[in-house]
């Protein structure tokens, strides 16, 4: 089993840790509905990806009307 060969001090483990960064989403325009999405994902709101509609979408109002009939 390794061992340590001596005590690393607070600011030599700090400097290293300094790389440890959050880095924001990216986030852009859906071409076909303009809401925000998260890059090379399907979009929530309209179900496209590349020009494609990959999910076919329904409005919660039409699901609502459904469960309620």
């Known amino acids: 089993m390794a061992l340590p060969k001596g005590k690393i001090s607070r600011a030599r483990g700090r400097k290293r840790r300094t790389h440890w960064k ?10 076909q509905c303009h809401q925000k999405k998260l890059t090379h994902r ?16 329904t409005d919660d109002k039409d699901k609502k009307k459904k469960e309620n009939a």
């Open 22 to 31: 959050l880095t924001l989403p990216g986030i852009t325009d859906c071409p």
């Open 42 to 57: 399907v979009c929530k709101h309209c179900g496209y990806y590349d020009g494609k509609q990959v999910i076919k979408m």
